[in-house]
T-cell receptor, first 112, second 113 residues
Framework: QKEVEQNSGPLSVPEGAIASLNCTYSDRGSQSFFWYRQYSGKSPELIMFIYSNGDKEDGRFTAQLNKASQYVSLLIRDSQPSDSATYLCAVNGPNSGYALNFGKGTSLLVTP | GAGVSQSPRYKVAKRGQDVALRCDPISGHVSLFWYQQALGQGPEFLTYFQNEAQLDKSGLPSDRFFAERPEGSVSTLKIQRTQQEDSAVYLC???????????FGEGSRLTVL
């Protein structure tokens, strides 16, 4: 079992809708959770991080963390075609040392 | 510079050749990471430097892979006797401190024929 699991998609949503991206992780000791966005042919860029249970909002983005369920999600409100990209979930904790463990990513397509 | 700079952006090597990939991190960032990203996969950790010290090399897939950062700034990832399975994008990232808040370069795409 990979340490960080994501549905590879593609997830297709219409413009203006809410996109919901999900991620589960296996290491219960994980402490830090990150969402990176990667456009095709480009490198990943950090869009959100969350350390505590609950929700964290930043503009149109909301990260949600549930450590008991080992589940982290990213909501994108008012989705735009420019949000079309692969979203990578990444996790770090004492057992992973300095490494950030990435999932395979979920491909999001926002259709006009 | 404004961001993390990597060179070359593209490298084609014949199997068995040695390659060297360079990374120039954001000025002042003490942490530098190398990741490998295969097509359709997420980045996989290779190694980590704090200044000039290589604190973690647990992700290097074999002893053919070697990384250095002798003066705590520019880093080089060297792959000896390249194999086809080494074909991937090699991403360098720097960070002001935290392991997860990474600033990635554009990557070096290695193709081994």
């Amino acid at each position: 079992q990979k340490e960080v699991e994501q549905n590879s998609g593609p997830l297709s949503v219409p413009e203006g809708a809410i996109a919901s991206l999900n991620c589960t992780y296996s290491d219960r000791g994980s402490q830090s959770f990150f969402w990176y966005r990667q456009y095709s042919g480009k490198s990943p860029e950090l869009i959100m991080f969350i350390y505590s249970n609950g929700d964290k909002e930043d503009g149109r983005f909301t990260a949600q963390l549930n450590k008991a369920s080992q589940y982290v999600s990213l909501l994108i409100r008012d989705s735009q075609p420019s949000d079309s990209a692969t979203y990578l979930c990444a996790v770090n904790g004492p057992n992973s040392g300095y490494a950030l463990n990435f999932g395979k990513g979920t491909s999001l397509l926002v259709t006009p | 510079g404004a961001g993390v700079s990597q060179s070359p952006r593209y490298k084609v090597a014949k199997r068995g050749q040695d390659v060297a990939l360079r990374c120039d991190p954001i000025s002042g960032h003490v942490s530098l990471f190398w990741y490998q990203q295969a097509l359709g996969q997420g980045p996989e950790f290779l190694t980590y430097f704090q200044n000039e010290a290589q604190l973690d090399k647990s992700g290097l897939p074999s002893d053919r892979f070697f990384a250095e950062r002798p003066e705590g700034s520019v880093s080089t990832l060297k792959i000896q006797r390249t194999q086809q399975e080494d074909s991937a994008v090699y991403l360098c990232a720097s960070s002001p401190g935290h392991a997860g808040e990474l600033f990635f370069g554009e990557g070096s795409r290695l193709t081994v024929l």
